[in-house]
């Protein structure tokens, strides 16, 4: 299965709604394909403008390297040159922490979501109820 | 008047629903504000991967110079090298053509909206369409 | 409110006046609006040729996150890696150091103010009585 | 004589007053030194978001290549890509049209101001009166 339209703007709305739910700061919500491809971006009113890049690097960089958030964190922390290096190779646009989860449907991982504006943990945290509302299993 | 992220969400729709009236090709729809900062963007289904990009340089350009696609591209076909050196400043962003639209309220910019998957006057169409259902109008 | 013209000149001048009242080096200032565009800049005589750079990534790092240079400091020191990544994302133009002041009017961030010359503790004062001057209050 | 931030600031106020008289379009005017780095800059309300680039690519281009704005153009219409080359030497920060104007003192280049908001010939008349006001001669 491929991620659609509908899936992204079922993710997208229902990780705003658990924002909300949460109390979290705006939200601002990216869903890339498998290809890390944008699909559908939204930035709650009152974010701060560059969220788009923000959104986009926890999500690029789980789905280019199939590895989400939370894994990418620990191997900056452990190992800092090589997260540095991975970056330069893939543009300087991966943001490697929490709020970057991969879709999973089944074993395959068909696509990413990106949350910023609260903290990571947060972020992350909404982003798996987003993913679960559409169906899938979130990977954060 | 600044736009909001429910006005953003209104152009997608209403420009989406535009082009399956006219039976358009799949549109990839951007809202940009007037800063040129991205606020949503939605990628139609069976679109092009790469569409974000095309999207996303037709508003880009025709917020950062205040000049709507069709303007840009008159100035392109006239003086190509200038469009060309205007593209380098903004880190090779800025796509010329129709389907930039800038949104006024008043005499103010306060946004541009890009889409793109038909031709280039059939997406301005239907971003003036999206535009107008928001309330405001469109300078293509 | 938006930021005008006037304001930034404003802002720039007071920020000056303070650099000499304190004795400080020679400063560089520069206002940008709430999208992150150049509005002014003055860099006084004496300061080294590359200040524009410095002074611009102090106040493009604090309006593009909505988080002022001391907190980034902050994150930077706790987690480097990850104010490494948010620069990349906004194409190496982040300097996370105090000196960077957003401007609010209420609760809005309209601008930010990025100010080097002295330490960064001594630019932050002068950008905050800059910003006062012209009516708003600074968040350094 | 090397440019002090005074004379920087009266070709500013002299250009922007050249504008008005003109009546013109809201100009942006940049004044780089004779390194080709940023003295200062302004502005005026209403024009796009994205003028400084513009202005600071039309006065980089003049400093670096010694050739103000009109004789780059000159070559680009003649020539385009040398201009191409050149502007991807300078890492794409050349814009070459009228309103890149040099500034001399006797036989020296001292600097360059860059002008944008009206049409590049309106653009450049207005800097040479700036630069006339600081008591220095204009080479568009």
């Known amino acids: 299965m491929t991620l659609t339209l509908d899936h992204a703007r079922t ?9 909300r739910e949460m109390e979290l700061k705006p939200l601002s919500v990216v869903v890339l394909d498998a290809g890390g491809h944008v699909m ?4 709650e ?10 959104a986009h690097g ?13 894994a990418q ?13 991975v970056n ?5 646009q991966v943001v490697p922490v929490p709020g970057g989860v991969l879709v999973h449907d089944g074993d395959q991982v068909i696509g990413a979501v990106g949350v910023t504006g609260d ?11 987003g993913i679960a509302a ?5 990977e954060e």
């Open 11 to 19: 993710i997208i709305a229902a990780t705003r709604a658990k924002g």
């Open 134 to 138: 559409a169906g899938f299993v979130g």
């Open 88 to 92: 330069g190779v893939y543009g300087g």
């Open 40 to 43: 559908a971006f939204e930035r």
């Open 58 to 70: 926890k999500a690029y960089g789980a789905v280019m390297l199939g590895m989400a958030g939370r």
């Open 45 to 54: 009113d009152r974010a701060a403008p560059g969220r788009f890049a923000i």
């Open 119 to 129: 903290t990571s943990d947060h972020d992350a945290e909404a982003a798996l109820a």
């Open 73 to 85: 964190m620990a191997r900056a922390e452990a190992q800092g040159y090589f997260m540095a290096a």
